[in-house]
């Protein structure tokens, strides 16, 4: 009897906590909407909610506008910026979940792996050489090709070199200062106009975002969630140890390569047209983890959202601390950094463990 009440309470318990964590990304969900709706009224040029409202909903329903002025503003320039940050937040979160845990490291993201930086390479030999892999590609092209040179190098390391998760990270780390450097130099030998160009790539902006570019990176990143989303579970069994894993029956070292290219191929997309925003892959998955734990099940939902948030949060920022119109990068470095530092300093092993 003792032990029915036992076990009774046990899954009232379980319930509880799975409701909480439902919640908490229900929450976070409506959060984004409703930051989105009051992100898109701020700017020079000042609207209502009930003035946004009616030019969505005659879009929608294909209804002339009755400002086209403000149509434009809303439509064009600043539905585009917010759908973005929302896509991107996502995009960068859910990278640095799945690389924590299938590297088992919490300073695995997308741009610590290199990827970022090997993107931010790419689009300089574009814009300060003009030397393009594609013709017409421009820098989109060699953004996205040289984000996978580290993932190709991992790769090649651990099929003839046995690369653990310790050596993932530290290649992607070497050729992270590697591109950095190589990048800086260029800069330094760049006409004035292109140095522009480059620098504000290199910190990462929404400026350029189109509805074209963000349906190809919307496409890449449903992929990207829906499939960490239904390998969540393995993601779990890989955090858990390699030698776990394999007693499993879960191919560790080719699932983790894998799991690796596929987000690297989402989180090179979205760089490749936003340049390198940081710290929304690295700070969303901690901020997640403290609340909701580390059952990815839970935790690539709640990273999304939350990414999506902070990103919202700096889009807002960038718009609004000045007339400057800052690069939206810099505002989450400035947020990321002393956000991280503090996670860092609060939060304990049990965080990253349970």
Known sequence: MMEEEGGSGFRSTYRRMVSYKVLFIAGCILACLFVSIYAITLGPYPLTFSEVYHILWNALINMPQTDAEAAHVVLQLRLPRILGAIVCGVAFAI?????????????????????????????ALALILGIELLAGGGVVINAFVFAMIPTAIIIFLSKFRRATPTMMILCGTSLMYLFNALTQLFMIVAEPEDLSVVYKWMVGTLDSLTYGNLLIIFLITAFGVITLQLLANRLNVIGAGDESAKTLGVNVDTERLLILILVTVVAASVVSFTGIIGF??????????????????FLLPASAAIGALLLLAADILSRTVSDLMLPVGVVTACIGGPLFMFLILRSNKEAWSR
């Not at 924590?100 to 997308?110: F, H, R, W």
């Not at 998955?285 to 099940?297: C, E, F, M, Q, W």
Request: charged share 10%; net charge positive; aromatic share 4%.
């Open 95 to 123: 990278c640095g979940v799945a690389m924590q845990s299938i590297l088992k490291n919490p300073l695995a993201d997308p741009y610590t792996m290199g990827i970022s930086s090997g993107a931010g390479f790419g689009a």
């Open 280 to 297: 929304v892959g690295l700070v969303s998955p901690h901020i997640a983890r403290l609340l909701v734990g580390s059952d990815n099940r």
